[in-house]
C-alpha cells in the first residue's frame, strides 16, 4: 500500500473536503483518504499495482478539484530523491497567482459595491424620512445601471459560485460555493423577472417592486474579499514550511580528483568530500574529517548558540557554518538529510486531523443540504403563513430575503478552518523552536498529559561520561595534573579517558608526549611522562602498588554514580578525579516547570538505585523506579494508564521505544536513536529536556485556540440562520439582509484564521 500526500486544487470550503472523501473512497485500489481543507491537502494510501495519482484525479475533476502531482524538477531534486519526497513541496507560485486573480476581481467589485450600497442605504434612509426622495434621473439610472452591474458581478466574478449550483444540480453534490450561487443566482432571477415585467406584474401584484440587483452586486463581493483575505491569511499558516524548505542549500563545494567544484545539491552522493567555507550553509548530513568550526544551528535545533564541531562531530543541512573551514563526508543525502525529515514530519502533521476536528468535520460534511432544506423551509414559511398577514407580493420579497440570507450565512467556511488552520501554526511554531510533531492527534493529545515518565541517561543527563571534579595531592598545579593524566587517558579509547581529555581540551591545557605506554586490562593504564612513570585507572591500581589509600572515602562519591580514577606514582597517589554522567543544565528547570504545570514526573532508569535516587534528588523528581528493562518500562506505563493517568514518554534510546510506543504521547530527543525517534509522537531537537515544558505550552497555547475557533464558527451559524430565517420577525421586527449575511460569513472566516495566526506571537 502507497501513501502520499497530495495539494488539491478548486477546494473553497471544508464540505468540499467532505465531497472529495466520500468520492474517492468510491475508487477501486484506494485504501483510505484524508483531506484537509485548511491546508488544502489530500493524504491517499493506494494500491499503485490497481490505480495511480492520475487516475485518482480524474474522479474528481468533474466536480472542480484537481490533485496536484509535483514533479522532480519542480523540487530541484533528484528523481529517487523526489520518489521518497512527494508530497511535501508547498511552492507558492500557483498560490499567489490565484491570490492575485482573486486581487483583481475585489479590486473590480469593490466600486460596484460601494454604488449597491450608496443606492440601498439612500431607499433606507428615504423608507426613514432623513433623505428627500432620490431625483428621477438618478432613480431612472440606477435602475437600469444595477442589472448591468449584477450581470457582470454574477457571470464574471461569481463565477466559480455558478460552477458550483451548476455541479450540484449536475452531480447532487453541494458545497459553499452551492449556496452561494443559488442564493444569489435566485436574487438575481427574481429581479430580473419584476425588472422585465414590472408593468404587467404590477397589474397582477401591486406591491411586488423591490428587486435585490443589489443583494447579488454586494454578496458576491463581500464573499470574494473574504475568500481573497482568507486565502492570504492561509499563505501565512504555512510559513513554516516555506522557511524550512529555503534553508537548504542550492550547491554545494565537493572535492572531485583533488579538485573544488560546485555542483547542484541533488548531484551530492553518499561519500562525497564537501567543503564548507565561513558563512556557508551546510547542504547535507556528514561526520566532519577535516578542521573545526562553530556551527550554527539555531535554524534547526533552536538554540541561539553556535555549537563547536571538530573531527568526528556529525553536522546536519540547513545549519550555518559561523567561522572556520572544514571538510565533512557525505552520510545523508536528498530525502535522508535531518532537514528533509523535518520538512516531511511538519507537513505531515500539519496535515493530519485532531480527534477534535472530528465533530466540525462531521457537520460540515452534512451542514450544506440542512441549511438548504432550511433555506427552501423558510422561503415557504414565509409564503404560506406570511402571505395570511402581509400578502403574497410582500410575503414573497421577505421570503425570498430569508431563503438568500441563509444560504449566505450558513456557509461552513469558518467551520472548516476552526481545527486545521490552528494546528497548522502550531505545528509550524513547535517546528521554529525545534519541537516536531508527528501529528495533530498528539498535539491534541498533549494538553491533557498529568504524568510524565522520563528515562535518565541521555533524557536528564548527557549520556555520556564527563569530569566533574578532582581532588589534588601531589603539590603540582592542577593544569599540571590534568596535563599529564589527560596525556596518559590520550591513548586510551574508554569513553572515561575521552571525558578526561575532552576537559584538558576545553581548559587548554597542553598534552604532552607519553612514553613506553601500556594498557593493563581490567585495571588501568601505565606510561612514562617526562620520564616519571605514572599509573591510571580504578582504585585497585593503588592497591596492587601497595599504597596507602582509604577507598571509604569514595563511598559518598559512588553512592551519587560518580567513577573516580586516580592518577599514581610508585610513591603516592598523586589525585583522584571523579567522571559521572552529568545533569543537563536545564534538567531541573524543566521539571520544575512541570511541576508548575500541575504534572507529576517519574524517573524510570536501568541504572541502580543509589545513582537513580542521587540524581532524582539533584533534578527534583517526584518517584523513582531503578534497574529495570525495558518490559518494566513498558508495564510502569500501562500501570499509570490503568489508574486513569494521560502519561507521556521521554526517552532516547532503543529500550525507551516498547514504552514510547505505548505511553499516550511518547517523547524521544534527538540525540537518542531512529527507532527512538520513529516511535515517539514528538521528537525535541538537540536533546533539549526544557523543550517539553514549551510542546506542553504549545499544545495548551493551540487547544485553547481551536476551542475558540469553534465556538466563533457555532456561534455565527446559530445565532444567524434563524435571524436570516426570520424567526425573530414577528416578535422583534428583525430580518437579516443578504447583504450582512454575506458580511457575517466572510468576517467568520477571517477572524477564525487571524486567530489562529495569533499562535504564531505566544512565547512558549
Not at 440601498?120 to 423608507?127: G, L, Y
Not at 417592486?209 to 491569511?233: A, H, Q, R
Not at 444560504?407 to 472548516?416: E, F, N, R, S
Request: include cysteine; charged fraction near 20%; hydrophobic fraction near 45%.
Amino acid at each position: 500500500m502507497h501513501t502520499e500526500v497530495y495539494k488539491v486544487k478548486g477546494m473553497h470550503c471544508a464540505s468540499c473536503s467532505a465531497i472529495i472523501e466520500k468520492t474517492l473512497k468510491k475508487v477501486s485500489g484506494v485504501a483510505s483518504v484524508e483531506v484537509n481543507y485548511g491546508t488544502e491537502k489530500a493524504k491517499l494510501s493506494f494500491d499503485s499495482s490497481k490505480t495511480n495519482p492520475e487516475i485518482i484525479s480524474k474522479h474528481i475533476e468533474h466536480l472542480g478539484y484537481t490533485l496536484v502531482i509535483p514533479t522532480a524538477e519542480e523540487m530541484s531534486m533528484s528523481p529517487a530523491g523526489h520518489s521518497k519526497y512527494s508530497g511535501v513541496n508547498q511552492s507558492k507560485k500557483e498560490k499567489l497567482a490565484e491570490l492575485e486573480e482573486m486581487r483583481i476581481k475585489v479590486i473590480s467589485s469593490i466600486p460596484l459595491a460601494v454604488i449597491s450600497i450608496f443606492v440601498m442605504a439612500w431607499d433606507i434612509f428615504d423608507q426613514m424620512k432623513i433623505v428627500s426622495v432620490m431625483p428621477l434621473v438618478w432613480k431612472e439610472l440606477f435602475h437600469h445601471l444595477l442589472p448591468l452591474l449584477a450581470t457582470y458581478m454574477l457571470f464574471v466574478v461569481g463565477k466559480p459560485y455558478l460552477q458550483g449550483f451548476y455541479r450540484f444540480l449536475r452531480y447532487g453534490k453541494a458545497n459553499m460555493d452551492t449556496l452561494i450561487g443559488l442564493g444569489t443566482s435566485v436574487a438575481y432571477l427574481y429581479s430580473f423577472i419584476v425588472s422585465a415585467f414590472e408593468e404587467t406584474l404590477l397589474q397582477s401584484f401591486p406591491n411586488v417592486s423591490n428587486t435585490y440587483f443589489d443583494v447579488t452586486i454586494i454578496v458576491i463581493t463581500f464573499i470574494t474579499l473574504g475568500k481573497y483575505l482568507e486565502t492570504k491569511s492561509k499563505l501565512k499558516t504555512g510559513d513554516a514550511i516555506e522557511k524550512l524548505l529555503n534553508l537548504q542549500a542550492k550547491t554545494a563545494l565537493v572535492v572531485r580528483d583533488g579538485k573544488e567544484i560546485e555542483i547542484p545539491i541533488n548531484e551530492v552522493a553518499h561519500g562525497d568530500l564537501i567543503v564548507v567555507k565561513p558563512a556557508g550553509k551546510i547542504p547535507v548530513d556528514g561526520v566532519i574529517t577535516e578542521g573545526s568550526s562553530y556551527v550554527d544551528e539555531a535554524s534547526v535545533t533552536g538554540e541561539p548558540m553556535p555549537v563547536s564541531k571538530k573531527i568526528g562531530d556529525t553536522v546536519v543541512s540547513g545549519t550555518i557554518n559561523t567561522s572556520g573551514s572544514f571538510v565533512f563526508k557525505a552520510t545523508k543525502v536528498g530525502s535522508e538529510t535531518l532537514l528533509a525529515n523535518i520538512v516531511r514530519m511538519v507537513e505531515e502533521a500539519q496535515g493530519s486531523r485532531a480527534p477534535i476536528q472530528a465533530l466540525a468535520d462531521k457537520i460540515s460534511g452534512i451542514f450544506v443540504p440542512i441549511v438548504l432544506v432550511l433555506a427552501f423551509v423558510a422561503l415557504g414559511a414565509w409564503l404560506i403563513v406570511g402571505s395570511g398577514y402581509l400578502g403574497f407580493s410582500q410575503a414573497l420579497s421577505y421570503g425570498l430575503v430569508s431563503f438568500v440570507g441563509i444560504l449566505v450565512i450558513a456557509c461552513p467556511c469558518a467551520l472548516g478552518l476552526a481545527t486545521p488552520t490552528a494546528i497548522v501554526v502550531g505545528v509550524g511554531k513547535g517546528a521554529r523552536e525545534g519541537i516536531l510533531i508527528k501529528d495533530a492527534a498528539t498535539l491534541e493529545k498533549l494538553h491533557k498529559v498529568n504524568v510524565v515518565v522520563v528515562d535518565k541517561t541521555g533524557t536528564l543527563t548527557r549520556g555520556k561520561p564527563e569530569f566533574v571534579s578532582i581532588q589534588n595531592m601531589s603539590g603540582k598545579s592542577e593544569n599540571e595534573i590534568i596535563s599529564i593524566i589527560a596525556s596518559l587517558e590520550n591513548k586510551s579509547e574508554h569513553p572515561i579517558a575521552h571525558a578526561i581529555v575532552s576537559c584538558a581540551k576545553e581548559k587548554n591545557i597542553n598534552l604532552v608526549d607519553v612514553e613506553k605506554f601500556e594498557a593493563i586490562k581490567g585495571k588501568g593504564i601505565r606510561g612514562f611522562v617526562l620520564g616519571v612513570e605514572y599509573w591510571v585507572g580504578s582504585p585497585k591500581v593503588a592497591h596492587d602498588l601497595k599504597l596507602p589509600f582509604d577507598i571509604s572515602v569514595l563511598e559518598k562519591e559512588t553512592k551519587e554514580g560518580k567513577t573516580p580514577v586516580i592518577l599514581a606514582t610508585k610513591e603516592k597517589v598523586l589525585c583522584i578525579v571523579m567522571v559521572a554522567d552529568a545533569i543537563k543544565p536545564k534538567a531541573v528547570e524543566a521539571v520544575t516547570s512541570l511541576h508548575q504545570l500541575g504534572i507529576k514526573v517519574v524517573m524510570l532508569t536501568g541504572d541502580d538505585e543509589n545513582t537513580a535516587k542521587y540524581i532524582a534528588k539533584q533534578v527534583g523528581i517526584d518517584e523513582v523506579v531503578s534497574r529495570v528493562m525495558p518490559e518494566d518500562k513498558l508495564n510502569k506505563i500501562k500501570e499509570l494508564q490503568a489508574k486513569g493517568l494521560i502519561v507521556a514518554m521521554a526517552g532516547d534510546g532503543v529500550n525507551d521505544a516498547p514504552a514510547l510506543a505505548q505511553a499516550d504521547v511518547g517523547i524521544a530527543m534527538a540525540t537518542g536513536t531512529d527507532v527512538a525517534i520513529e516511535t515517539a509522537g514528538i521528537t525535541l531537537l538537540h536533546g533539549d529536556i526544557s523543550k517539553l515544558v514549551k510542546a506542553i505550552h504549545l499544545s495548551r497555547f493551540t487547544m485553547r485556540g481551536i476551542k475558540q475557533n469553534l465556538f466563533w464558527a457555532f456561534f455565527y451559524n446559530i445565532i444567524g440562520i434563524p435571524l436570516a430565517g426570520g424567526l425573530f420577525y414577528h416578535i422583534f421586527g428583525w430580518l437579516l439582509s443578504p447583504v450582512f449575511a454575506g458580511f457575517a460569513m466572510a468576517f467568520s472566516s477571517v477572524s477564525v484564521v487571524g486567530n489562529s495566526l495569533r499562535l504564531r506571537s505566544v512565547k512558549l
